[in-house]
């Protein structure tokens, strides 16, 4: 077994690692900011509000996310909108990752501490400046290893896209194998791509889950 073939096409495998990096970073950030309006929103909102929230948590946590991307991917040209395979893979992903994140987000509002909040409501604040000062701010420090966590899947779940033609770590990795038939070193080049992206991140989830631990 050579590894010369995998040094050979190693450049091309880093181009779609970095395609990969700038499809996670945006489905993470627009997701987690959807997750984190649509979590901190049913938290403080009627029945019906929190229904429906909880009706689009349950759907998207309950499809495979292949699925999710290809009903992304056919849907809006179904309605003659035409979008790009990247368009449709990041849009489909951020309602799946919101969906994660909403649930997280609504979790960690739920764990602060309730003696803190009668004593917000004794002091006479108003529930959106209890909401901003009291609740949010440790809502934010409880929800950070989860979002990281759900940051991970998002990165990995990525290789996903090039099912529906959109080009990445995993489609390059495709196509080089299809030129050189080195399957085996290909894809051990990509596994450990993938390690080093999601190591260190991983590394911080665990770091923030030890810290909020021991600050609790």
């Known amino acids: 077994m050579s590894i010369s073939v995998l040094i050979a096409n190693l450049p091309y495998l880093l181009q779609g690692a970095l395609v990969t990096l700038w499809l996670a970073f945006v489905v993470v950030i627009a997701g987690t900011l959807l997750g984190a309006v649509v979590g901190t929103i049913s938290s403080g909102g009627g029945p019906i509000l929190r229904s429906l929230v909880t009706a689009y948590v349950f759907v998207f946590r309950g499809i495979p996310v292949l699925v999710v991307m290809f009903l992304g991917f056919y ?6 909108i035409r979008l790009s395979a990247y368009a449709a893979v990041m849009i489909s992903m951020v309602f799946y990752v919101g969906a994660f994140v909403t649930e997280a987000v609504r979790g960690a509002i739920a764990a602060v501490p309730t003696g803190q909040i009668a004593a917000a ?30 940051s991970l899947m998002a990165i990995k779940q990525t290789s996903y896209a090039s099912v529906v033609g959109a080009w990445e770590l995993s489609f390059a990795a495709r196509e080089v194998v299809e030129r050189t038939l080195a399957a085996f070193q290909i894809f051990l080049g990509v596994m450990v791509i993938y390690f080093l992206i999601c190591y260190p991140i991983s590394l911080l989830a665990n770091y923030c889950e030890r810290k909020l631990s021991f600050d609790h």
């Open 75 to 80: 849907t809006f040209p179904a309605f003659g």
């Open 121 to 150: 409501k004794s002091l006479g604040m108003r529930r959106l400046t209890m909401l901003r000062e009291v609740v949010l701010p440790q809502a934010a420090r409880l929800s950070i290893a989860p979002i990281l966590n759900i």
